[in-house]
Nanobody, 124 residues
């Protein structure tokens, strides 16, 4: 199986940017679809973005489309989430996840492998 570790979270003012990283180890990272999810206090974990094994045709939640960019570097076994124009409502713990499915899914059960999460706090 693959192990995932997120980094790059922190406190930022509204309108600012952060770049999250997801370092993978264990099984070959390029064998997995990679996704990012987030969970705010009192809310369910929600889909943010996902990217195919070859890095093309990413998909995004409507709430982040045009502001966030997901990418991956399979040679470095690392995935990324570039977050621009951050809003207070983006405040959450952000999780990296990996899926062995054939097609990209936006639901948490499709992702059996998860990192520990990294906190992102956006102040107004």
């Amino acid at each position: 199986q693959v192990q995932l570790v997120e980094s790059g979270g922190g406190l930022v003012q509204a309108g600012g940017s952060l770049r999250l990283s997801c370092a993978a180890s264990g099984r070959t990272f390029s064998n997995y679809i990679m996704g990012w999810f987030r969970q705010a206090p009192g809310n369910e974990r929600e889909f943010v973005a996902a990217i195919r094994r070859n890095g093309i045709s990413p998909i995004y939640a409507d709430s982040v489309k045009g502001r966030f960019t997901i990418s991956r570097d399979n040679a470095k076994n690392t995935g990324y989430l570039q977050m621009n124009s951050l809003k207070p409502e983006d405040t959450a713990v952000y999780y990296c996840a990996a899926s062995s499915e054939i097609v990209v899914r936006t639901t948490t059960p499709a992702y059996p492998y998860w990192g520990q999460g990294t906190q992102v706090t956006v102040s107004s």
